[in-house]
């Protein structure tokens, strides 16, 4: 039954800002399954399951997470279950990122009530757009939400993998002006702001600056055609570390420089820094980490602490006070038409979901 509901929810299109029929659908299964479920502004979808009655010892309530959106070409998926695995037909990604970790919780759910057991409260948030720099974690509404624990699962490693440490994410935008000229008649009246871009990104720390901070320039832009010396040139970078402090003392130094390389040319930069998201670090011996650690053991499997540059919804759930942390689904080769889904990894997050429930 897992795979057919992950090929079902895998065949909806719903890439970022699409997932309304997505949406529709998991919030139809949720229902199913007994839960109360609201839809809020943004899209998002948050379900909850009331704790056992009175006089049970039931544990604290938890939060389940995953993101309903995908990437890129995501549109007519059609899945292709081959030899214990489910892989994209290879002209649209699988969208196991984020479906794997939808169609878990959903079956977790499942087991969990099937067990008979006393269950504690648990709220499920499937959230928009997280592919957007998390746009719907972003806009949730955190006053809907009981749980000061959650486990987001998100991470495109084997299932039994802890994510404890994600960046702050800097992004910068950057406008430089120049002065117009006509390049063959007079180029001495001009101030080439492509010019003064291109100085400015040659001294950008590209790259891995160090064991925590990695740094890129994505996206230029300039000029209207090449008879002009360019006024205008625009340009964007990002900024990651583990280190906060540190993600904010680079922005502001990288920033200062462009400033600083625009002006020698005779021309403005215009530098715009922004924090996309915090970073985070969680404890391994933490309360929220102790319980994955005890879940992934009732499934048989050990705990796998690792730290990534990669952002989630594990970042905005932090920064508003739920501890979380972004447990691995199994999925390989995401954000590509390669993407695949080994059905035992499916499972094996199903029944952690499951054991995140009852182990309480």
């Known amino acids: 039954m897992i795979v057919d509901e992950f090929v079902e929810l895998v065949k909806i299109d719903a890439e970022s800002g699409s997932e309304a029929q997505m949406a529709a659908a998991v ?3 949720l229902r199913g399954i007994g839960l109360q479920v609201e839809q809020d502004d943004a899209g998002n979808v948050i379900g909850r399951m009331s704790a056992c009655a009175s006089g049970c010892s039931c544990g604290e309530s938890i939060m389940l997470c995953a993101h309903l959106d995908r990437v890129p070409p995501g549109k007519g998926v059609r899945p292709v279950v081959r030899d214990g695995v489910i892989y994209s037909s290879g002209d ?11 169609t878990a919780i959903l079956a977790g759910l499942r087991m969990a009530k099937a067990s008979g057991r006393c269950l504690p409260e648990v709220e499920v948030v499937f959230t928009v757009s997280e592919e957007r720099g998390l746009r719907g974690a972003k806009q949730l509404d ?10 987001i699962f998100d991470a495109a490693d084997p299932v039994g993998t802890v994510i404890l440490s994600s960046p702050t994410h800097m992004g910068l935008e950057v406008q430089i002006t120049g002065r117009a000229a006509h390049a063959a008649a007079n180029p001495e009246d001009g101030i080439s702001a492509i010019q003064a ?4 990104i040659a001294g950008f720390p590209f790259g891995r600056v160090d064991a925590q901070t990695t740094a890129n320039v994505g996206i230029v832009s300039g000029g209207t055609a090449t008879n002009i010396i360019s006024e205008k040139a625009y340009f964007k970078a990002e900024l990651r570390s583990l280190d906060h402090q540190r993600a904010i003392d680079l922005a502001e130094e990288c920033a200062a420089k462009i400033r600083d390389a625009a002006s020698r040319r005779g021309a403005r930069a215009d530098v715009a820094t922004t924090v996309d998201y915090r970073g ?6 933490a309360h ?9 053991r009732a499934a048989g499997r050990d705990a796998v602490f690792q730290s990534t540059m990669g952002g989630s919804d594990g970042n905005v759930f932090n920064a508003h006070g739920i501890a979380c942390i972004v447990l691995g689904i199994g999925s390989r080769d995401v954000h590509s038409t390669r993407e695949s889904q080994p059905i035992s990894e499916l499972v094996a997050a199903a029944e952690l979901a499951r054991d995140l429930i009852l182990v309480g």
Do not use: M, Q
């Not at 649209?92 to 939808?102: F, N, P, R, S």
């Not at 871009?197 to 400015?200: F, P, V």
């Open 280 to 285: 985070y670090t969680i404890p391994n011996d």
């Open 92 to 102: 649209t990604v699988l969208a196991a990122d984020d479906i794997a970790g939808v």
């Open 27 to 29: 919030a139809d299964r």
């Open 288 to 296: 929220v980490v102790e319980r994955a650690v005890k879940a992934l």
């Open 197 to 200: 871009a291109a100085e400015a």
């Open 142 to 151: 955190y006053a809907r939400l009981a749980s000061k624990v959650g486990y």
